[in-house]
């Protein structure tokens, strides 16, 4: 199994499509206090990696194992007689976003490009961060809120368990994992607190103005 740079946002499908575990973008600390070491290393080093390990079991020897990751997810969303190699490959896809979605020393004001985007779909970077608060406030259990552009208007989707806007119309810019795993040893059951200190201290805006192109 091979791991790869995702360092560089634009890298992303290169990262993905070996169905390695990607080198995180940052060190295990450098997201603290908002996530913790402790956090990071679970949720990557045991939850990511499980699902790299789940897919590449589940999919050695069939014709899967010759596919991009993103050609695995977009060819089982809808088969659920393969609902196990479509949960983990979208697990995969779906984390390597959310790290790329996080920066050290993240939040703020978002870079020019992006926001007068936000200001004409959202009314302002407040009022972007509070509907995206309130989708991963809103998701019923274990899911992901997502900022997508759609039609050239930016707009807040949410997600259950693995699914995600790759299988849709949509194109995803910025996701926050809302699975309890992210946040339960830092909140507990404080979702909330969770997300605002990510939105406020590590949501990197310069990878969604990077999806935009
Ligand atoms: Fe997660």
């Excluded at 990607?22 to 603290?32: D, K, V």
């Excluded at 806007?165 to 309890?180: A, H, R």
Aim: charged letters at 20%.
């Amino acid at each position: 199994m091979s791991s790869n740079d995702i360092s560089n946002p634009s890298s992303i499908l290169r990262a993905t499509s070996s169905i390695g575990l990607p080198i995180l973008p940052f060190s295990e600390n450098a997201l603290e206090p908002t996530i913790s070491a402790k956090t990071l290393s679970f949720h990557y080093g045991k939850h990511h990696k499980g699902y790299v390990d789940n897919l590449n079991k589940l999919i050695s020897g069939t014709d899967y194992s010759d596919l991009s990751l993103e050609k695995i997810i977009t060819s089982t969303h809808d088969r659920p007689e393969r609902k196990s190699i479509f949960n983990n490959a979208s697990q995969i896809w779906n984390h390597t976003f959310y790290w790329n979605s996080l920066k050290e020393k993240g939040g703020g004001a978002p870079p020019s490009g992006i926001k007068t985007l936000i200001d004409t779909s959202f009314g302002g970077v407040a009022e972007c961060k509070k509907a995206l608060a309130e989708a991963a406030l809103s998701q019923f259990g274990s899911g992901w809120a997502w900022l997508v552009i759609d039609d050239g208007q930016l707009k807040v989707v949410k997600s259950a368990n693995a699914d995600s806007p790759l299988t849709t119309t949509v194109k995803p810019l910025l996701t926050i994992d809302v699975w309890e795993h992210a946040y339960y040893l830092d909140y507990q059951n404080r979702r909330a607190d969770y997300v605002n200190a990510l939105l406020d201290n590590l949501i990197n805006w310069d990878f969604a103005l990077q999806n935009l192109s």
